[in-house]
């Protein structure tokens, strides 16, 4: 086959091979400031697809050139070689989907290891809210959220009648994959972590 083939597999091997690297990545990784890096990838995305779009142009033009040297081989060549330039389509939709998720989706924990059943559990951005129930005595429940980054995060719940609201973090790229984990004591005393963590860092501790 001539250059116009060759030029066709290279511009769906380029973007398909960077996709499945950025996947088997992210699926790898679970450090935060490493996913954070390549998302900074994402932008092959933009440039994968009209690579493709070009690919197909000279895939067609050269499968007119071979059809007149009567070429061996021929439509299965020509079909291998489409092949690899539309499976980047759903590829690239569906990183964009796992890149998402990446983002906006972490869990939140909510361990009471006081006497007292801790009710209406909430977290609110401006935007977003999703309860939680309630939490028995020396249980723990645990969901996941999407928020939007860069947006304060609160808490709310009511013990003994009373309701308590406060910011539990300000949602960013270090969150991306991590727990936040709500704890009250036994004392009463609200702490506030971020799991995993290279060390015991505690965003919020107050009492109540």
Same mark, same amino acid.
Request: with cysteine.
């Given at each position: 086959?001539?250059?116009? @083939?060759?030029? !066709? ?9 960077? #996709?499945?690297?950025? /996947? ?28 493709? &779009? ?7 033009? #050269? @499968?007119?050139? !071979? ?5 061996? =081989?021929?439509?299965?060549? $020509? ?8 499976? =980047? ?5 569906? /990183? ?8 906006? $989706? #972490?869990? !939140?924990?909510?361990? =009471?290891? %006081?006497? /007292? ?12 809210? @999703?309860?939680?129930?309630?939490? %028995? ?9 999407? &928020? ?6 609160? @808490?709310?719940?009511?013990? =003994? ?48």
């Amino acid at each position: 086959m001539n250059k116009l @083939y060759r030029t !066709a597999l290279v511009c769906g091997l380029i973007p398909l091979c960077i #996709s499945i690297s950025l /996947i088997l990545a992210c699926l790898l990784v679970k450090n935060s400031l490493l996913l954070i890096l390549i998302l900074t990838c994402l932008p092959h995305l933009y440039f994968g697809l009209p690579l493709c &779009f070009i690919g197909g142009i000279c895939l067609t033009i #050269s @499968y007119k050139k !071979a059809r007149k040297r009567n070429i061996e =081989n021929l439509p299965k060549k $020509t079909l291998q070689a489409l092949f690899v330039l539309i499976i =980047n389509i759903p590829i690239s939709i569906g /990183i964009s989907i796992l890149f998402s998720s990446l983002v906006y $989706t #972490s869990t !939140a924990v909510f361990e =009471n290891q %006081s006497d /007292i059943v801790i009710k209406d559990i909430c977290l609110s951005s401006p935007k977003q809210s @999703y309860k939680f129930g309630d939490v %028995s005595p020396n249980k723990t429940v645990e969901k996941k959220y999407r &928020f939007h980054t860069s947006m304060a995060v609160k @808490y709310s719940f009511t013990r =003994n009648g009373i309701k308590y609201e406060d910011r539990m973090f300000i949602f960013d790229a270090f969150y991306i994959g991590k727990k936040v984990k709500l704890t009250i004591t036994k004392s009463g005393e609200i702490i506030i972590k971020r799991i995993p963590q290279t060390l015991d860092l505690i965003i919020n501790k107050q009492n109540i």
